[in-house]
Every structure is written in C-alpha cells, then in structure tokens.
C-alpha cells in the first residue's frame, strides 16, 4: 500500500473569538492510499501554522513539509515514518507546531492500519488493557461560586463521577478561586472527584498556598498551576504538597515527559495524542511513565478524532485510568463525527471498528471547511 495523499484540513465555525472554549476551529489530517483506505488524524493546535507545516515544500534535508515526506510510503511502516518526519523537519521543529503536525500525520497512519487490517487501533497497539473507560466531563470553571455549584451539579447528575473545572477566572483573586472549589465540592457531595485546571496561573509559592487551600476540598488533581517550562517549581509544589499535580498538555516527546516527571516529579501525565507525538509517541511516553509507576490520562478537548485517539490510547496502556470528555459544545465537538461517541453514565467505551471507529462527516466537513 502507498500513501497517494495527504491533505491539512482547517475548519472553522465562524469569527474566532478570545472567549472560548478552545473548540471554535480545527485541523483535521486526511491521508489517502492507492488502496482506497483514507485514514483520519486531527491536530489540537493553531491550524494555519499547522496546514503551513504539512504544505511547505522542502528547504534542505532537514527541512521538509510532511505532505512532501508521506507521499509514496507504506503507511503499515509508521514506526520509521515517524522517524522520517521528526528527521526530516528536524530545522525548525523538535518540539512545538512541528511535533504536533506529526502527530496528526501519526494518528491518521493508525487509522489505515487498523482499517487495512479490520482491526481497532488499540488491538494493532498490543492493547485490550480496558474496553470500557471511566469519563470526567471537562469544562471551563465560571465566573462565579453559584454558577460553578449549577455546573458542576448538572454533570454529576447526569453520572460523572469527576468533573474538571479549568481555566476562567482561576488566579485572578485568591478569595474567589477558594470560592469556586468550594462552592463546586458543596454542590456534588463528598463522593464526586474533583479535579481544578488552573491553567498555569501562578508561580510556586502561590501554587502551594492554593493547592493547601484546595486539599481541604479533597481534589482529585490539580493541573498546570504553573508555566510548562517552571520544572523546579512544579518540583517544589509536588514535594511540598499531598494532591496529585499534573501537567503534559503543552509538551511533546519521550523527552520533555522524561524531564517533567524526573525533573519537574509531577504525579500525573496528560498528553495530548494530537499534539505530543501521536499515537506512536504517546505509547512510548505512557511506558516512560509506567516505569515510574505514574498515570498517564490524555488531554483531549477538541473533536471526535481525537476523543478516540485517546480511547485507543488508554486502552493499550497498562497505566491508563480516566478519559477527558468535554462538555462543552460546539458543532465541531458535537456533529463532526456521523455518530458522536457517547459518555453513558460516566462512561466511554472504546470504539471496536476498524482503525479509530469513528466515521467523518464530510459533509459538516466541507461546510466548515476554509480554503
Ligand atoms: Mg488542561
């Protein structure tokens, strides 16, 4: 089988507004064989940066486009493609954009595999670890203690049994962020996991105080109280307090992870499969973490390619435990898969179709389509 094409797919819902949930635009990786098998990959990232990447014509030989790298392979040979790629764009990548385009190429290679072989990803991966995953509904945490008590209480009603709560106003006044922990724990019960995404907001003395704050809330995790690049601070708040810090989704490579858990000794791992590498690298950073006896729960907050991406992921990994489930909406969240993968009581299973199991709709494709 040859690879015959490779297109960087961006979408776009309408005028893309600075208060958001993240999920307004899209970059969706379509790559076709001289088989007729057309795999599907999904980039989280700044699609016109990411699009550039795969189109670029070659500058020198470490300097390629992917679409340029991928043209006439065997897809089935996605271990050295990998290689290729992160080769191949060596110049101006390593980490970054660049990673996460080849992430996207990574999950899109899967996807034929596992069709070319009538075989769910996650069995192509050595995985069956878990067909059925827990689920937290992830969310933006509102302005207020009230409105943050409503939200949390719809989506324990409907049988989460954890809620993420991130980003918004966490780390503009201390008062407030105490508030919003408390007001979200009062509103669930004590049996609810909890867990806070303060989207790096503070520097490690403040991130102490916080986390110390929050423990009385019993949380589960808190995630990404500080910069990517704060290791010894994420350090100092890991040893210095009892709740799980988590941290990953900014990163890419076996390498970063390597420095954030040795380094930085965070307690748990959040990769994003269309970001840190794809499913090739993401395997590898979950093994890293498993060494290290560490849970490794991808970020995921964009459309179905990568919600089951993740699924497959977790499935194959011994460490593998929750599933990030967003709940906030959009139609490119909600109806760019023919069927939207569903969370039933808290739970998500792991779709059993050839390849991802999912099916596109090109039709809600094209509408969003630009260019
Ligand atoms: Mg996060």
């Not at 005028?15 to 989280?44: F, H, M, R």
């Not at 690298?281 to 890293?288: F, G, R, V």
């Not at 991406?309 to 990994?317: D, G, K, Q, R, W």
Request: one cysteine or more; proline letters at 5%; aromatic letters at 8%.
């Amino acid at each position: 089988m040859k690879i015959t094409d490779v297109e960087a797919i961006y979408l776009k819902i309408g005028d893309i507004v600075e208060e958001c949930n993240g999920t307004q635009d899209a970059l969706i990786v379509k790559i076709t064989t001289d088989a007729g098998i057309v795999g599907w990959g999904e980039v989280d990232s700044s699609p016109p940066v990411i699009k550039a990447i795969f189109e670029t014509p070659m500058s020198h030989t470490l300097s390629y486009g992917l679409r340029e790298l991928l043209i006439g392979e065997d897809p089935f040979e996605v271990d050295r493609l990998w290689e290729k790629m992160y080769r191949g764009t060596i110049y101006y990548g390593r980490r970054g954009a660049a990673l996460q385009a080849i992430s996207g190429a990574d999950i899109a290679l899967w996807d034929i595999i596992g069709k070319a072989c009538n075989k769910p990803i996650y069995k192509m991966m050595g995985g069956g670890y878990r067909t059925k995953i827990r689920a937290y509904a992830s969310m933006l945490m509102p302005n207020t203690p009230a409105e943050a008590a409503a939200k949390a209480e719809k989506w324990a009603s409907k049988g989460f049994t954890g809620l993420k709560l991130g980003w918004g106003p966490i780390g503009q006044d201390a008062a407030n962020d105490v508030a919003l922990v408390a007001a979200a724990r009062k509103a669930v019960g004590p049996d609810v996991n909890i867990m806070i995404d303060a989207g790096h907001v503070w520097d490690a003395a403040t991130a102490i105080q916080r986390a110390r704050k929050f423990e009385e809330q019993n949380i589960y995790w808190l995630e990404e109280p500080l910069p990517p690049d704060d290791l010894d601070g994420y350090a100092q708040l890991a040893d210095a307090v009892d709740v799980r810090i988590s941290a990953g989704e900014e990163d890419a490579t076996v390498a970063a992870f390597e420095e954030l858990l040795v380094r930085g000794r965070i307690d748990l791992i959040q990769p994003d499969v269309s970001r840190a590498g794809g499913l090739t690298e993401c395997k590898k950073i979950a093994d890293l973490a498993h060494r290290h006896n560490k849970p490794c729960v991808p970020h995921a907050f964009s459309t179905g390619i990568l919600l089951s991406s993740s699924l497959h992921l977790i499935a194959s990994i011994p460490n593998g435990s929750w599933l990030e489930y967003t709940v906030e909406s959009s139609p490119l969240v909600d109806d760019l898969m023919v069927d939207k993968i569903p969370a039933v009581d808290g739970w998500v299973n792991v779709p059993e179709g050839p390849g991802l199991g999912i099916e596109v709709n090109e039709a809600v494709l094209d509408k969003y389509r630009v260019g």
